[in-house]
C-alpha cells in the first residue's frame, strides 16, 4: 500500500515539474515575442520618420485636426472651405526643417470673406510637430 502511495507522489511530482516547466517555457516565449514586436515597431517608426511620404501621411488626419481652427481664425471677417467630401485640406506636406522634427502641410482648399463681402481663395500652411500633435504655426496669403 506504502509503495502505490509513495509511486503516486512521485508521478504526481514528475508531472508538476513538466507542467511547470512547459508553462514557465511558454512565458519566456511570450516575453521573446513581444520585445521582438516591439523593436520590429521601433525600428519601422524611425525608418518612417526619416521619410517625408511614410511621416507626413501618417500624421495627415491629426494635423488636420489641429490645424483648421487655426486656419479659420485667419480670417479677418467670415470663410468657407471649399473642399469635397473626402477631399484633403492640406493635400501637400514638406519638412519644415533639415531635422526633419516638424512637418509644414499646405493648401488651398478656403475662401476668406474681405471687407467688402467678396470671397477670395487663399493658400494657407501649417507647421505640425508630430511629436507633441501641435500646431505651432500657419499663415494664410
Given at each position: ?40 515597431i521601433?525600428q ?17 488626419s ?8 487655426h486656419i479659420e ?69
Amino acid at each position: 500500500m506504502k509503495t502505490k502511495t509513495k509511486t503516486k507522489n512521485t508521478i504526481f511530482y514528475v508531472f508538476s515539474c513538466i507542467l511547470l516547466l512547459v508553462v514557465i517555457g511558454s512565458l519566456m516565449e511570450e516575453k521573446k515575442e513581444k520585445k521582438e514586436k516591439k523593436e520590429n515597431i521601433t525600428q519601422e517608426k524611425e525608418k518612417c520618420k526619416s521619410d517625408l511620404k511614410c511621416w507626413g501621411e501618417k500624421y495627415a488626419s491629426t494635423a488636420t485636426f489641429e490645424c483648421m481652427p487655426h486656419i479659420e481664425k485667419l480670417a479677418k471677417y467670415d470663410y468657407k472651405w471649399t473642399d469635397k467630401f473626402l477631399e484633403l485640406k492640406f493635400d501637400r506636406f514638406r519638412w519644415e526643417n533639415l531635422d526633419k522634427n516638424n512637418i509644414i502641410y499646405s493648401g488651398n482648399k478656403i475662401k476668406f470673406q474681405n471687407g467688402f463681402g467678396a470671397w477670395q481663395h487663399m493658400n494657407y500652411a501649417c507647421i505640425f510637430d508630430p511629436k507633441n500633435n501641435l500646431c505651432i504655426g500657419c499663415l494664410a496669403q
